[in-house]
């Protein structure tokens, strides 16, 4: 297993357009993270899935944003009428059961800009 | 509310310095923190951690020290390698059940030959 695996890493898209990220976690891991950072700053939570119940979302995550974790592996997170405010780095970690915040694993994340 | 911040935006170094981040935090319930690195393009990774029952811990090359009374930590990395530049971040899980973490701002490491 390669680690956590984020696609893709660059997207550009204009405002006004849907955008969807994917993210694979480490086969083994039952929770999954989206963190956004932005520049100069460092992540900040949006949302967490336990296998495949999403648990906990943050008042970031506008009506805009969706995530998904339907088979609890892969996730998705949607992003609707993107604005240039939304211009950020994506970021995807997992962990595996009974480790807590120490066994986290970043992605390498996906950059999101929005002209 | 809850933050977790650093006092320096940046710190440049020599190659065979060491090298001290400091890191604050408000929350005086926080009794765990975790030391992040980021390289560019690249995702956090896990340097250390501590919990509020120890002073000290120490890992290869590093070592993190907690101050509860004036809720400050501190990373030091012995003998700064230019593969140590990177954005060093302080990270508190604990005001967040432990399933997700507070991050600061980060601070810059830029190690000089």
């Known amino acids: 297993d390669t680690g956590v695996s984020q696609d893709p890493r660059h997207k550009i898209t204009k405002r006004g357009q849907n955008v969807t990220f994917r993210c694979d976690p480490i086969?083994?891991?039952?929770?999954l993270y989206w963190y956004r950072q932005t520049l100069g700053q460092g992540p900040e939570f949006l949302t967490y899935?336990?296998?495949?119940?999403?648990?906990?979302k943050s008042r970031l995550l506008s009506d805009r944003f969706s995530a998904e974790r339907p088979k609890g592996s892969f996730s998705t997170l949607e992003i609707q009428r993107t604005e240039q405010g939304d211009s950020a780095m994506y970021l995807c970690a997992s962990s595996p059961r009974g480790r807590g915040p120490s066994g986290y694993t970043f992605g390498s994340g996906t950059r999101l800009t929005v002209v | 509310g809850e933050s977790v911040g650093l006092h320096l935006p940046t710190l440049s170094v020599q190659e065979g310095d060491n090298s001290i981040i400091n890191c604050a935090y408000s929350?005086?319930?926080?009794?765990?923190f975790i030391w992040y690195k980021q390289e560019s393009g690249k995702g956090p990774q896990f340097i250390i951690d501590i919990r509020s029952n120890m002073d000290k811990r120490q890992g290869q090359r590093v070592t993190v020290l907690l101050n509860k009374t004036v809720k400050h930590l501190s990373l030091q990395i012995a003998a700064t390698q230019p593969g140590d530049s990177a954005v060093y971040f302080c990270a508190d899980p604990s005001g967040g059940g432990y399933n997700k973490l507070i991050f600061g701002a980060g601070t810059r490491l830029a190690v000089h030959p």
């Open positions: 899935f336990q296998n495949e119940a999403q648990l906990e």
């Open positions: 086969s083994e891991h039952n929770r």
């Open positions: 929350n005086s319930a926080s009794d765990y």
